[in-house]
C-alpha cells in the first residue's frame, strides 16, 4: 500500500475547508456592517468592471462617457461577497499548489546535492586509489632496481670469478708444461 504525504492530505483538507469559510463570509456580509461595506463596494466595482468589458467586446469605442447604472446595494454585496468568496478559495489554492511545489523543489534539491555528495566521494575514493597504486607502483619500481644492481653485481662477479678461473687454469697449464 502506498502511503500518501500528510502536507498533501493536509493541503486537500484546507483546500475544503476553505469553502465553508467563502460560505460563512457570504452570510457575515449581509450582517456585519464592515464586511457589508466592503463587499458592496467590491461587487460594484466589479459590475463596473463587467460593464465596461462588455461594451468594449461589443464594440463601443466610447464607453468611458457612458454613465453605468449601480447595482442595488443588496445585489452588490452578493456579487461582491461572491468575489471575495472565490478569491479567498483560489488564494488558498494557489498557496497549497505554492507550497507543494517549494516543498518538492526543495527535495529534488537536497536529492540533487546528495547525489553530487556521493559523487564527489566516489571521485575522492577513486583519487586515493589512484595515488596508492602510485605508490605502490614507485615501491615496486624501486626494488626492480634494487633487484637489477643485485643481478649486475652478481653478474660482475661471475665474470670476475670466469676470469679469475681462466687465469688459473692458464697458469696451471703453464706450469705443467715446465
Not at 464594440?59 to 472565490?86: N, T
Not at 614507485?138 to 687465469?167: G, P, T
Request: glycine content about 4%; proline content about 2%.
Amino acid at each position: 500500500m502506498v502511503a500518501i504525504p500528510l502536507f498533501k492530505v493536509g493541503g486537500l483538507f484546507l483546500r475544503a475547508l476553505t469553502k465553508p469559510v467563502a460560505k460563512q463570509l457570504k452570510q457575515s456580509a449581509k450582517t456585519k456592517p464592515w464586511l457589508n461595506s466592503i463587499c458592496g463596494r467590491v461587487g460594484q466595482y466589479g459590475h463596473v468592471v463587467t460593464v465596461r468589458i462588455q461594451m468594449s467586446m461589443q464594440g463601443q469605442i466610447h464607453w468611458k462617457s457612458i454613465q453605468i447604472k449601480d447595482l442595488p446595494a443588496d445585489q452588490a454585496v452578493d456579487k461582491g461577497s461572491e468575489f471575495l468568496g472565490e478569491a479567498l478559495i483560489f488564494s488558498v489554492a494557489v498557496m497549497v499548489a505554492w507550497y507543494e511545489y517549494d516543498r518538492s523543489s526543495r527535495s529534488s534539491k537536497e536529492k540533487e546535492l546528495k547525489a553530487n555528495e556521493r559523487e564527489f566521494q566516489r571521485q575522492q575514493q577513486i583519487e586515493l586509489r589512484f595515488r596508492n597504486l602510485e605508490h605502490s607502483m614507485r615501491e615496486m619500481e624501486d626494488e626492480i632496481s634494487a633487484l637489477k644492481m643485485q643481478v649486475d653485481e652478481a653478474a660482475a662477479k661471475y665474470q670476475q670469478y670466469k676470469h679469475e678461473q681462466a687465469e688459473i687454469a692458464r697458469q696451471q697449464a703453464a706450469a705443467r708444461w715446465w
